[in-house]
């Protein structure tokens, strides 16, 4: 007989949140009443203490808790300097470093099964990284190395995380779907609102940016004329998180689905970044021939329902002078001042990226004219890690990459299809972007690790789908 008495409210459901909404509620009181300086150490710590604790006790809300720590910190950053005065670095970015790395207890937990199983690529570059490390601190300041090491290590470990928890892949596809569409949403608009407005954290932070560090990349603190990077530090990396985030919407079904892409493709079109533009295409290019007819269709309708609500939007004033006169340097080629500059500076340090042995170490940065240190993966790794770091370092990317690429069930799941997708998407731009490092990093280790726990999870299912088959909670 079942009891009619009222059942408790499951604490799956009451303490994660309570944590969650406790920082959110500390954050915005300290900013409320002018007292945001406390945050700039108060911020990371909280966090990690909330991190911890849904480490230990609810991975899934760890893993969602983690995304959005890596989508909202920088925002967080800037309200507080704008309350209190620009400081850089700003231990306020820490916040999201400390909470991934909490996934290291995951890999050295699980090294010796790691080595020996499907683990291998993460150990391989993980290897790599503590080489790169080692080489470096032999060369440079020690807090030079470190924060080096954090930009290297902190996607992979997370990546680790996502892909140790495969048999519980129903409930990270739930998780990751809800934390992207959500996220693409709230970024998405902010990024529209950044763009138009032009807030007044976002005009001080830039103006520092200017007059400070030098860096005019980001268009000018005012409306109409700021290159959109919504929540986040800069809009390389946003326009990434916007790559992957209005892909994933092609898999998820919700009433927001039109709403969330409709934002997400203005802020990623206002990002004015070229190779994220392509890189979108690459993913749609692998993610359509991968599905079945029946989803192939449907992806097509939703594509044509996307484009009714985005195209109107970027042939009207303010947006249309902007995106059209961006989109016009594809046609540019050789006059295209960008392409010039990335070109020779590539001629000046490919022949020597490639004639190092065993690198200069982590903490080594490029220093040329005419090429940013974050401008080039392949030089990048090269550089830093050397022939003897940089072959396992891709041996694991590549067995990532080559493993999503075999995974049946892209067929039938939109989401693992889309996951995939993105992987390669992220990849192609490795040329012209550190997509291995932070915070690029953070989402092509993320979908590599969920490619990965897919494939093992359809693997097992197959072979013995009662085993694996969890029990699975209400977030």
């Known amino acids: 007989m079942y009891s009619t008495q009222p059942q408790p409210k499951s604490p799956q459901l009451s303490e994660p949140w309570l944590l969650i909404g406790g920082l959110i509620a500390f954050t915005v009181l300290c900013l409320a009443v002018n007292v945001a300086s406390i945050l700039r150490l108060a911020f990371p710590i909280g966090s990690l203490a909330v991190g911890a604790l849904l480490f230990f006790r609810y991975p899934m809300f760890y893993i969602g808790f983690t995304w959005w720590l890596w989508f909202l910190t920088p925002f967080v950053r800037r309200l507080i300097d704008w309350e209190v005065g620009w400081l850089d670095p700003n231990p306020v970015l820490l916040a999201p470093f400390l909470v991934s790395l909490l996934s290291t207890l995951t890999l050295l937990i699980q090294l010796p099964k790691a080595i020996r199983g499907n683990g291998l690529p ?67 608009v902010y990024g529209v609102i950044q763009f138009l407005v032009a807030p007044l954290w976002d005009q001080y932070w830039l103006q520092n940016l200017i007059n400070v560090l030098m860096i005019y990349s980001f268009g000018t603190p005012n409306p109409l004329s700021i290159r959109v990077f919504s929540t986040m530090h800069s809009p390389q990396p946003f326009a990434a998180t916007m790559v992957a985030g209005v892909l994933l919407l092609f898999a998820i079904k919700s009433p927001l689905k039109l709403v969330s892409s409709g934002f997400g493709y ?210």
């Not at 503590?130 to 300041?141: D, T, V």
């Not at 129903?170 to 709230?186: A, D, I, S, Y």
């Not at 490919?350 to 170490?361: I, K, M, P, T, V």
């Open 266 to 475: 203005l802020a990623l079109l206002l990002t004015l970044v070229r190779t994220a533009w392509l890189s979108w295409l690459i993913g749609l290019i692998v993610y359509l021939p991968s599905l079945k007819p029946r989803l192939q269709m449907r992806l097509i309708v939703t594509l044509m329902l996307m484009s009714l609500a985005v195209l109107p939007l970027t042939m009207v004033e303010p947006f249309s002078t902007v995106i059209n006169s961006r989109l016009q340097t594809f046609f540019a080629g050789q006059q295209d001042g960008s392409f010039i500059d990335r070109s020779i500076g590539y001629t000046n340090l490919l022949n020597d990226a490639l004639s190092e042995f065993e690198g200069r170490g982590l903490g080594y940065v490029i220093r040329d004219s005419n090429i940013g240190g974050n401008d080039s993966g392949i030089l990048t790794l090269f550089l830093n890690l050397g022939w003897v770091g940089t072959i396992p370092y891709v041996a694991g990317m590549a067995l990532l990459v080559f493993g999503a690429l075999q995974v049946r069930q892209a067929s039938s799941d939109p989401f693992v299809g889309a996951c995939r997708a993105i992987v390669i998407a992220i990849v192609s731009q490795i040329s012209l972007n550190t997509v291995m490092l932070i915070p690029f990093g953070i989402v092509l280790w993320g979908f590599m690790g969920l490619t990965a726990a897919a494939r093992l999870y359809e693997t097992q299912q197959a072979a013995n789908p009662i085993a694996i088959v969890p029990n699975l909670p209400k977030l």
């Open 122 to 188: 993460f150990v391989l570059s993980t290897i790599a990284v503590l080489y790169g490390a080692f080489i470096g601190l032999m060369e440079y300041q020690i807090q030079t190395v470190i924060v080096a090491l954090l930009n290297w290590l902190t996607p992979i470990v997370f990546g680790y995380y996502l892909f140790s928890h495969w048999r519980r892949f129903p409930e990270l596809k739930r998780v990751t779907e809800r934390v992207f569409l959500w996220g693409t949403l709230v970024m998405g």
